[in-house]
């Protein structure tokens, strides 16, 4: 897996991130559109990066009644994207209505995933603010066997928690994990983080890295940098 990281496109408008892409020579790189770009931009950013050759994960982490998330990705399916995603939090007839809508929309090949417990989240906070009682990595793997079970292909989780998701949903179910840096870098507002070669050594298949990239000297450099630890230490 060569090109298994995408770039987290933190920026607040097409302007910024076009010059940042352009200057530092990332076309055609994997790319995550987040809720800020998307809100902003919309769908003519999303043709403008395929123009460009990059793969898409757009991560809007849908979580609203199943009818409506059913409808919302039946109009996400026409964009073609690589990767979309829901929250797992949502229940499985969510889930289950979410993939249905891609289907329906004709997006057989885009791959839904689960978000699990955001990677800004800790044991604690889980516990006291959402009521949550299990220790977070079995609320973890509790939410990746729901979402495996409601037909999703993968879950978004921590680095930490992907190993023993590969366990119990076996080596097929993707499992994409935020929060990671170069050692070099700041944990920021994450909270479960990890580093491009530790990612690859516990079993993640696609990484997501925004400021360890973004914020660095040589973006370009950084990124290559991250590619080629996961070469090292992928099997």
Known sequence: MTNSIYLALDFPDWEETEQFLTRY?????????????????????????????????????????????????KNLAKLDV????????????????????????GASQTK?????????????????ELGLQLALDEQVE?????????????????????????????????????GIRLKTSERDDQERVATPSEARRLGADYLVMGRSITRAADPKAAYHKAIKETVIHGN
Do not use: W
């Open 82 to 105: 690589d990767i979309v995603n829901v929250h797992a939090l949502g229940g499985s007839e969510m889930i289950k209505r979410a993939k249905e809508g891609l289907l329906a929309g």
């Open 112 to 128: 839904l995933l689960a978000v699990t417990i955001l990677t800004s989240m800790n044991e604690r906070a889980m516990q006291e």
């Open 142 to 178: 509790k939410l990746a066997s729901l979402s495996n079970a409601s037909g999703a292909d993968g879950v978004v989780c921590s680095v930490h928690e992907a190993e023993g998701i590969k366990r119990l949903c076996g080596d097929d179910f993707l499992t994409v994990t935020p």
């Open 25 to 73: 020579n990332l076309q055609g790189v994997p790319v995550k559109v987040g809720m800020e770009l998307f809100y902003r931009e919309g769908i003519a950013m999303i043709e403008k990066l395929k123009a460009n050759n990059h793969s898409i994960f757009l991560d809007l982490k849908l979580h609203d009644i199943p009818t409506t998330v059913q409808r919302a990705m």
